[in-house]
């Protein structure tokens, strides 16, 4: 067939590389998956660890609030939790 490969584009397999190289005479581009995979190995540790944090701060906020929203709801209720108690005899 009489065209010519300028380029060439697909995995970093050594053997596509090579043909494309040596015997077409062209240039190899890596795909952008491949491109992607290797920026996300080298970020996706980092990443899950502070979601993971997150996370747990996340759950603990909730947690926080919860207790709260209780005190409020006993407090309104004319029954506060001793925790509310000591805590209006501090101030």
């Known amino acids: 067939m009489p065209i010519e490969v300028i380029q060439s584009t697909s995995d970093e397999g050594k053997g596509i590389c090579r043909h494309v190289r040596k015997d077409l005479g062209g240039h190899h581009s890596p795909d952008l ?3 992607q995979r290797e920026i996300a190995k080298a970020t996706g540790v980092a990443l899950a660890s502070n979601r993971r944090k997150a996370e747990k701060s996340l759950e603990k906020a909730s ?3 919860e207790k709260h929203r209780e005190e409020q709801k006993a407090y309104l209720n004319g029954k506060p939790s001793l925790g ?4 209006l005899r501090n101030e």
């Open 33 to 35: 998956f491949h491109v």
């Open 63 to 65: 947690l926080e609030i």
């Open 84 to 87: 509310v108690l000591l805590s």
